[in-house]
């Protein structure tokens, strides 16, 4: 796991100890590098706030705050609900450490974002079109990426966390290590399965022979997230060169996996069965991808059989 440094700032000498106890507590839980960087940030941004308070001091009102300003300052409701939840792990960790006893965060409601909401997801066709606009020097490594998120519905970290260990030629199978520290094995479809082998046999060195990373950057390194979602955007770009800027939908890397959720579930796939495939830990989020288009309501209304009541009543 890459070593993350933490600053030496003069205004948060006071807290180094608990921000350290509070990286190595997420490091031994299996928190991913990105959202220790992202907890560890939200985290150094309430402290800086506190202007030295003990943290035992720290009350509920003090983290509302903290909450209010960003939302003042700009932050949305998924951002602000992530700087709520990096303040109470930062409690949580220290409580469990023994190093302090409340967690000021408790019982603070989180912002309401839009429920259900449907997700932006691509059809088959456009899918296939998308696929076409991968082009450039590693044009196999990158759809190889591309159909392990349309076709097998792997998140973008869980792509980044694979070893060429992971993939069973033999099997026809696929070991994903994904939320919650849990492994899930994903039959590869035949389609894929010839993509995936060619991009491993075009595999780029990596710098050293530890390096085990299935998909390796130009640097010889696992390919980062970030690297990875760039790659999306660049393709999603290309895709849409030839629409109208208001006419661009912002697809994202994620929304690949959107695509293959509707996919399954559109072709009769049961609940349970795509819950799985996802690596979801409820069913309750897989039941997103139910939902139905403007034209599925329309041909589901044309089918039924509306019977109007005769004008029994006589005209005066």
């Known amino acids: 796991m890459a070593t993350i440094r933490i600053p030496d700032d003069e205004m948060l000498e006071d807290y180094a100890e608990y921000l350290e ?41 003090h983290v509302m705050s903290f909450l209010s300003n960003a939302r003042r ?15 109470h792990c930062f409690y949580k960790a220290l409580i469990e450490l023994e190093l302090i006893e409340q967690n000021p965060a408790i019982g603070i409601k989180k912002a309401k974002t839009e429920k259900n909401r449907a997700p932006v997801y691509m059809d088959e066709r456009q899918i ?32 980044h966390a694979l070893n060429v260990s992971h993939y069973n030629a033999e099997r026809r199978t696929l070991q994903v290590f994904g939320k919650g520290r849990k492994w899930r094995t994903l039959p590869v479809p035949e389609a894929v399965m010839g993509v995936l082998e060619e991009a491993i046999s075009q595999r780029l060195s990596p710098w050293t022979d530890r390096e085990e990373a299935l998909f390796v950057s130009q640097k010889g390194r696992r390919m980062s997230i970030r690297a990875i979602q760039q790659l999306a955007a660049d393709t999603f770009d290309r895709f849409q060169q030839d629409l109208e800027p208001h006419q661009r939908i912002p697809y994202s890397s994620h929304k690949l996996r959107h695509s293959f959720a509707t996919m399954l579930l559109r072709r009769g796939a049961d609940l349970r069965t795509v819950q799985e495939m996802l690596g979801h830990s409820s069913i309750q989020t897989t039941t997103v991808y139910t939902h139905v ?3 599925e309501k329309e041909e589901a209304m044309s089918r039924l059989d509306v019977k109007l009541p005769g004008n029994s009543g006589k005209s005066e």
Do not use: C, P
């Open 21 to 61: 106890a509070f990286l190595i507590w997420m490091q031994d839980a299996g928190y991913t590098d990105y959202t220790q960087k992202n907890y560890l940030s939200d985290v150094r941004q309430f402290l800086m706030g506190l202007s030295g308070k003990e943290l035992d001091a720290v009350k509920k009102i």
């Open 73 to 87: 300052n700009g932050s949305g409701d998924a951002t602000r609900n992530r700087k709520h939840a990096a303040i």
């Open 128 to 159: 296939g079109e998308f696929l076409e606009a991968v082009d450039g020097k590693y044009r196999e490594r990158n759809l190889a990426i591309f159909l392990l998120m349309a076709y097998m519905g792997l998140r973008v970290g869980e792509v």
């Open 293 to 295: 288009s403007n034209r």
